[in-house]
């Protein structure tokens, strides 16, 4: 089993920053993805970044330019450094762990931007 724990998130003015942390414990295998989706009210969970354990990323095109993703690979710890932040990024952002076919999920942790 797998477990993650968040941390970060909160309430910013608009223009503002915020950095997550998600850190994963358990039968980690040394292959993995790990990343953010979030999820605003009434809509849909949306992929945000994503990046492997060999450091390839991806981002969704609304937040290019804007957030970055990293990993500490001896932590199998994951962030997400969000700057320039607008309202429509309020939602409540997941850590999400996939290996071997299997995706674990943090519990969520909320992120507001006041305009």
């Known amino acids: 089993q797998v477990q993650l724990v968040e941390s970060g998130g909160g309430l910013v003015q608009t223009g503002g920053s915020l950095s997550l942390s998600c850190a994963a414990s358990?039968?980690?295998?040394?292959?993995?993805?790990m990343g953010w989706h979030r999820q605003a009210p009434g809509k849909q969970r949306e992929l945000v970044a994503s990046?492997?354990?060999?450091?390839?990323?991806v981002y969704a095109p609304s937040v290019k330019g804007r957030f970055t993703i990293s990993r500490d690979n001896a932590k199998n710890t994951v962030y997400l450094q969000m700057n320039s932040l607008k309202p429509e990024d309020t939602a409540v952002y997941y850590c999400?762990?996939?290996?071997?076919?299997?995706?674990?999920w943090g519990q969520g942790t909320q992120v507001t931007v006041s305009s």
């Open positions: 999400v762990l996939s290996q071997a076919i299997q995706h674990y």
């Open positions: 358990g039968s980690i295998l040394s292959i993995n993805a």
């Open positions: 990046i492997s354990s060999l450091g390839g990323t």
